[in-house]
């Protein structure tokens, strides 16, 4: 089949058996037709349209190895540093596009994490889940199918094991072995774009134990297999997806993170590539969250830009743009964005071939551009906010506006330099107030592929604080020698993930 046109992909969805999908207390029949959904199709089609743009296609195409054809690059395993600028370029610059985050990288990151650790897996134990995985790939890149990955789970009491939780399915895992497969249960919170893929990439969430080895599974399955259950999740100005008016609910930006209940699902072997083999959760959520990482300083870098473009036309707007302090204001958001950006190439750049064949990010960098995804989106957002002023959170509705009497009443009230129309002053505050308030660019931001805490603990073991301590030994004279190990090695960090 190869690379599928955007209403291909749309076909598909709608023609899949039923899956069991609730909005709003509903069960929703087709979501390519569903006003809450509808929006968050677009937002995902743009994925497929992509790969047909001319001026989009070098970054949204790539050549698979694998079944010797191009194909779409969410579903593309990297093989070289260039493949993961590529990432975060094509993030960025979809991001333009549509307004809303695309949906796509959490299952494009699965299949790249799930290709190092299968790989891993079967050189110490000799199984055979690499291949089993590449069957599922070759399937995944010669359809064209879009894929949701689902890592988070419920987790119940935070501070316990899987093992030791009062509710043994707060994390989801193996109830039943049978010849032809398994049988898993429990819950997966907060996966993106799930009703607008076709298949679900499952993973561990934290590293486990030897106890906690039926908890240690990966495998994929499609959404409408019996006994999923998806129940999509609000978002801050959901409802306005209902009116379906272009200015207050934006033409197309919007995404959905739902809560996926696996009821007792089947999974032949197949579609399994890891069963219980809990020394290798942690791997796989440690390469995992560092493909993440790396994703958000692509996608969050491409929100922002909108970010300072409305602010920066709403100060045009105002006669206040060449004032100093929003010009100060401008600049610090360009470099509060850039600096995300920077750390996602510079992890793209110092990226490494594992065992596999497939290009790993640096931990390191990805975690830092991360942790700085959690902070700056907030600073760009009150920078806006600052510069829009207060109509940002009290602009009339666009019904408002379209009122025959209201209409020529907020022409002339909400007008600021008469070049501009006024409604041009209310479709920017629509934007930057649907954008800079929204799950996407502010809590998407902060716990997306991990909490705050989660990249500090990594960054703490990546850094090797006893090879600082020696340079600082060194110069303060305590040690006569910089040590071998540590001279002409400018960064003093460690990997904990050797192939
Ligand atoms: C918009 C959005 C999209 C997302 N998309 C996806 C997706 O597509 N796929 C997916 O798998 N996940 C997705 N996630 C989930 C995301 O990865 C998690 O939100 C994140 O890992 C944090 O987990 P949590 O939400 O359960 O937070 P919690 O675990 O409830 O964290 C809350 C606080 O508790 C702290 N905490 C948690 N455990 C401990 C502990 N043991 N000790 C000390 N402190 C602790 C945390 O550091 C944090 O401060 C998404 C999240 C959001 C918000």
């Not at 596009?97 to 299952?107: H, S, W």
């Not at 975690?367 to 829009?388: C, G, M, W």
């Amino acid at each position: 089949m190869g690379l599928r046109k955007p209403e291909e992909y749309i076909q598909a969805i709608r023609h899949r058996k039923k899956a069991e999908i609730y909005v709003l207390g509903e069960q929703v029949e087709d979501v390519t037709k569903h006003p809450f959904l509808k929006p968050t199709v677009r937002a995902y089609a743009v994925t497929y349209e992509a790969a047909w743009d001319p001026a989009l296609r070098k970054l949204a195409v790539a050549y698979s190895p694998y079944i010797n054809e191009e194909v779409n690059r969410f579903n593309h395993i990297h093989q070289s540093r260039e493949d993961l600028e590529a990432k975060v370029k094509l993030l960025r610059a979809l991001s333009h596009k549509v307004g809303a985050c695309v949906q796509r990288c959490v299952g494009w990151d699965a299949i790249n994490a799930l290709h190092i650790v299968t790989h891993m897996i079967d050189k110490k134990k000799g199984s055979d889940y690499h291949k089993r995985f590449i069957e599922f790939l070759k399937y995944v890149q010669k359809n064209d199918i879009a894929l949701a990955g689902a890592m988070t789970d419920v987790k119940g009491v935070r501070s316990l094991r899987p093992h030791q939780q009062p509710n043994p399915d707060a994390y989801v895992r193996v109830v039943e072995v049978r010849d032809d497969g398994i049988v898993v249960r429990g819950a997966k919170m907060s996966i993106t774009g799930v009703v607008t893929s076709e298949e679900i990439i499952v993973m561990p969430t934290r590293a486990m134990t030897e106890k906690d080895e039926a908890y240690a599974i990966s495998f994929a399955v499609p959404l409408d297999t019996e006994g999923i259950k998806i129940i999509v999740g609000r978002q801050v100005n959901d409802c306005r997806r209902f009116e379906e008016n272009e200015i207050d609910s934006l033409p197309g930006a919007f995404n959905h993170e739902a809560m996926i209940i696996f009821d007792d699902v089947f999974v032949p072997w197949e579609r399994v590539f890891m069963f219980k083999e809990w020394e290798f959760a942690y791997p796989l959520v440690e390469i995992f969250s560092s493909y993440h990482r790396h994703a958000y300083g692509g996608c969050k870098s491409g929100l922002a830009d909108i970010i300072i473009g409305a602010a920066y036309n709403l100060a045009k707007q105002m006669g206040i743009a060449d004032k100093h302090h929003i010009r100060e204001k401008l600049v610090e958001m360009v470099f509060l964005t850039e600096a995300m950006y920077a750390a996602s190439i510079a992890a793209s750049w110092r990226g490494r071939k594992m065992g596999s064949g497939c290009y790993w990010v640096d931990p390191m960098f990805s975690n830092v551009a991360k942790q700085l995804v959690t902070r700056f989106p907030y600073e760009i957002a009150r920078l806006s906010h600052d510069i829009a002023g207060g109509v940002l959170g009290t602009a009339p509705s666009a019904k408002d506006f379209m009122h025959p009497k209201l209409k020529p009443l907020l022409e002339k009230y909400f007008q600021c330099l008469p070049d501009y129309p006024a409604e041009h002053r209310l479709r920017m505050v629509r934007l930057l107030e649907n954008i800079s308030l929204g799950v996407m660019f502010l809590i998407e931001s902060l716990h997306g592929a991990g909490s705050p805490a989660a990249q500090r603990i990594m960054m703490g073991r990546l850094y090797d604080f006893e090879k600082a301590e020696k340079i600082a030994k060194y110069l303060a004279r305590i040690e006569k020698e910089l040590p071998e190990e540590i001279r002409g090695k400018p960064e003093p960090w460690r990997s904990d993930i050797e192939e």
